[in-house]
């Protein structure tokens, strides 16, 4: 089965330190992987997204993530946190549907910055 | 922002009712998906417009159903409604499916007592 994985509920960061949010997935083919941000009561956000070409990806806010094919995973990263990067992060890979593709998405990880 | 808005914000209903959800795309984009986010969960596919036909459909009963116009906005109508359904609605507009990039609206909140 096609799915996604965001192993982590919640990930805890002090500011100024690195963060790390985990996304492994499971798709037959190649994958499309992307990365979205949810403040309270808000839509997502688009963050960055992985289709083709250098396993590092650099999106919105200074965030990034990596593509790792042997591992199945697309971890997001970022140098130095900001407690303004506290919110809901999703990993979501394109999976096809019919004759086109649709999203499927992980259940969510929240990250906590505190100062 | 995205560009792409909602309404209305919130919507109190009770069982039995019936809900039309509104979204007008970013300007350009002719393609709609539709999903539903319970409270502490990932959005849950329910379809997507291509230029006014629904071209994909997630696991949800037929009493969801949906249009999209010619100036490529959207409706999502439930019918029946169930407690639930209770969820935040996302719609996410985009230029081609499954390629580009969605652009998400702010959500509808949907309470059904």
């Known amino acids: 089965a096609q799915s996604v994985a965001q192993p982590e509920d919640q990930v805890n960061v002090a500011e100024g330190n690195p963060l790390t949010v985990k996304c492994t997935y499971s798709?037959?083919?190649?994958?499309?992987l992307f990365w979205y941000v949810q403040y309270p009561n808000r839509g997502l956000q688009f963050l960055l997204k992985y289709i083709t070409g250098d396993n590092l990806v650099k999106g919105s806010y200074g965030f990034e993530a990596e593509f790792n094919k042997s591992q199945t995973s697309f971890h997001l990263k970022k140098p130095s946190a900001l407690v303004s990067d506290s919110a809901l992060y999703f990993c979501?890979?394109?999976?096809?549907?019919?004759?086109?593709?649709?999203?499927?998405w992980g259940a969510g990880t929240k990250l906590i910055i505190k100062p | 922002e995205t560009g792409v808005t909602q309404s209305p914000t919130h919507l109190i209903k009770t069982r039995g009712q019936q809900v039309t959800l509104r979204c007008s795309s970013q300007s350009g984009h002719n393609t709609v998906s539709w999903y539903q986010q319970a409270l502490g969960q990932g959005p849950q596919f329910i379809f997507q417009?291509?230029?006014?036909?629904?071209?994909g459909r997630g696991n949800f009963p037929p009493r969801f159903s949906g249009l999209q116009f010619p100036n490529y906005s959207s409706e999502l109508n439930v019918n029946a409604l169930e407690l639930d359904d209770s969820a935040l609605y996302l719609c996410a507009s985009s230029l081609l499916a499954g390629v580009d990039t969605q652009y998400f609206g702010p959500g509808t909140r949907l309470t059904v007592l």
């Open positions: 417009y291509y230029r006014e036909e629904e071209n």
């Open positions: 979501a890979v394109r999976v096809p549907m019919d004759s086109n593709y649709q999203l499927i």
């Open positions: 798709v037959s083919g190649n994958p499309y």
